[in-house]
C-alpha cells in the first residue's frame, strides 16, 4: 500500500467544522498528516473537497432472496460511485437476517464482492414478525451492529419493550421505524388537498408523532439505545426534541428523499417517487432540513431500497416502494448546500461521522490515525441524472433526467482506490 498525499485539497472536516485549502498524507490505510508536505504519491485535488467517506445507514441488499433487484457487487459499486464508503445494511431479506449462519452468510458475500465496508443490522424479532425477540448476544458476537425489524412496526408493546430491555442488558443499539400500523395500512401518499385531487389512499402525519410517542414511552422505560430511522414530519420534531432533553439515549435520521423532495414531485402519479413514509409537504421537508442544520437530527441516509421495473410499473397506489440513491445521494444533498440551508462540515457530520458514531465504527474522521476512507468531489460540477448509467441492478431513481450538481471525482476505502473503477 503506497503512501498518498492529497495537496491542494479543500479539506472538509465535520469534526473541527471547518473547510479550508490543505493537504492529507495517508499510509498503510491511515491518515499520518494534515498539512504536513509531501510525501510518497501526490494527487493534486485542484482545490476541489476532500471529505470522510459517507456511511449510509439503512441499505437494503436483495441478499438473499432478492439478487434480481440488488446484489453485493452491484451495491458496492454503486457506493463507491457515490463517494460512500461503508454500507450498514438492513435485514429485510428473504429470509431474515436473523440468525448468526444468515449473518455469516451475509458477511461473506460482502467480503467477496463489495468494494467498500460492509456491516449488517440483524432482525430484532425472528422473521420480522414482530412476536419473538432474536437471539441478540449470538448476533452480537457474530458482528450484527445494530437490530431492527425495518418498516415492519412491532405492533405488541410486550414484546417490544422485552426486546429493548434484553437490548439493554447486551449494549445493542436498536433502530425502529416509528409509525402507526393502523393508520399507515395501505396509504400510498400523505394526506391533505394533494392526496385528494389524486384519489389516493393516505396517511396523516400524525401516524408518524403516534409511533414515536409510543417509541419514547418504551425508550424512557426501559433505559435502551434507540435509533428513528426515517423521520419525516415536522409534527415528530417536538416528540424528538424533549426526548433528547429528558437526557434518553435517542437519535434520529432522515433520508435524503425526504429532504430534497415534496409530495407534488409525485405529479402524474409516477411511482419512482413513491417511498416509505410517503413524501410530505414542503413545511414538512423544510422543518426536517433545518432539524438537521441545527443537530436534532443526527443523521442522514439514502435508504437505498431497490426495485425491479415490473414492482413499479403498477397503478400508484400498487407499485412497490422506495427508491435507489448510493450513488445519488451526494449530488441530492448538494441541494442543501445551494440552497444555503448548511454549510459543508454541518452536512458531513450527518453523512458520515454521527452514523459512525451512533453505530459504534471507525470512521468519520480525518484526524491522524484515522482510517483512511475518503470521498473527494466537486459540489458545483452540473450534469443531468441518467438512470441507465446508475451501477445499482435495479434503476428506481425519483431524480432521473433532473439537473443535478456534485460528481465523485474518486473514492478510497483504507486507502485504496475504489473509484473510478479499474476495468
Given amino acids: 500500500m503506497t503512501t498518498l498525499t492529497f495537496t491542494n485539497a479543500r479539506i472538509i472536516d465535520p ?7 490543505g493537504s492529507l498524507t495517508i499510509e498503510e490505510g491511515v ?10 504519491e501526490v494527487i493534486d485535488c485542484g482545490g476541489k473537497c476532500l471529505a470522510p467517506g459517507i456511511v449510509d445507514v439503512g441499505v437494503k441488499i436483495g441478499e438473499p432472496g432478492e439478487r434480481h433487484k440488488e446484489g453485493f457487487r452491484t451495491a458496492g459499486r454503486a457506493a463507491a460511485a457515490g463517494g460512500v464508503t461503508t454500507m450498514i445494511t438492513r435485514p429485510d431479506t428473504t429470509p431474515a437476517i436473523d440468525t448468526p449462519e444468515t449473518l455469516d452468510f451475509v458477511k461473506r458475500r460482502a467480503r467477496e464482492r463489495a468494494p467498500v465496508r460492509v456491516n ?23 458482528g450484527a451492529v445494530a437490530f431492527t425489524d425495518c418498516d415492519h412496526v412491532i405492533g405488541d408493546n410486550k414484546v417490544f419493550s422485552r426486546a429493548m430491555t434484553y437490548a439493554r442488558s447486551v ?14 395500512k395501505g396509504a400510498a401518499v400523505t394526506s391533505g388537498k394533494f392526496a385528494s385531487l ?12 403516534m409511533g414515536l410517542e409510543r417509541d419514547m414511552a418504551l425508550v424512557e422505560m426501559t433505559g435502551v439505545r434507540y435509533h428513528a430511522d426515517n423521520l419525516s414530519t415536522a409534527l415528530a420534531l417536538p416528540v424528538l426534541e424533549r426526548a433528547k ?31 416509505k413514509p410517503p413524501l410530505r409537504s414542503e413545511d414538512d421537508r423544510m422543518a426536517m432540513v433545518e432539524a438537521v442544520a441545527s443537530g436534532l437530527i443526527d443523521i442522514i441516509c439514502s435508504m437505498h431500497t431497490p426495485q425491479d421495473e415490473e414492482s413499479k ?9 422506495g427508491a435507489v440513491a448510493l450513488q445519488t445521494i451526494l449530488p441530492a444533498a448538494m441541494r ?6 448548511m454549510d459543508l462540515p454541518t452536512l458531513w457530520r450527518a453523512l458520515s461521522t454521527n452514523p459512525a458514531r451512533r453505530f459504534g465504527l471507525p470512521g468519520g474522521s480525518l484526524d491522524e490515525g484515522a482510517r483512511a476512507d475518503l470521498v473527494l468531489f466537486d459540489p458545483d460540477a452540473p450534469f443531468v441524472m441518467d438512470r441507465f448509467t446508475l451501477q445499482s441492478k435495479s434503476k428506481n431513481t425519483p431524480f432521473d433526467e433532473a439537473r443535478m450538481e456534485g460528481k465523485i471525482i474518486g473514492t478510497w476505502v483504507g486507502g485504496t482506490r475504489v473509484y473510478p473503477f479499474e476495468e
Fill in 313 to 321: 410499473r403498477l397503478p400508484f397506489e400498487e407499485a412497490a416502494s
Fill in 245 to 275: 432533553a429528558q437526557g434518553l439515549d435517542v437519535t434520529a435520521g432522515a433520508n435524503i428523499h425526504h429532504l430534497t423532495l415534496n409530495e407534488l414531485d409525485v405529479g402524474s402519479y409516477r411511482t419512482f417517487f413513491k417511498l
Fill in 120 to 142: 449488517p443490522m440483524a432482525a430484532l424479532t425472528k422473521g420480522r414478525e414482530g412476536r419473538e425477540m432474536v437471539e441478540m448476544g449470538f448476533l452480537m458476537d457474530a
Fill in 31 to 40: 491518515i499520518v498528516a494534515r498539512d504536513g508536505g509531501e510525501m510518497g
Fill in 336 to 341: 442543501l448546500i445551494h440552497d444555503g440551508a
Fill in 198 to 209: 389524486r384519489g389516493l389512499p393516505a396517511v396523516s402525519p400524525m401516524a408518524e408523532r
Fill in 15 to 21: 469534526e473541527a467544522g471547518s473547510d479550508a485549502i
Fill in 171 to 184: 449494549g445493542a443499539l436498536i433502530m425502529a421505524h416509528p409509525q402507526d400500523p393502523t393508520l399507515t
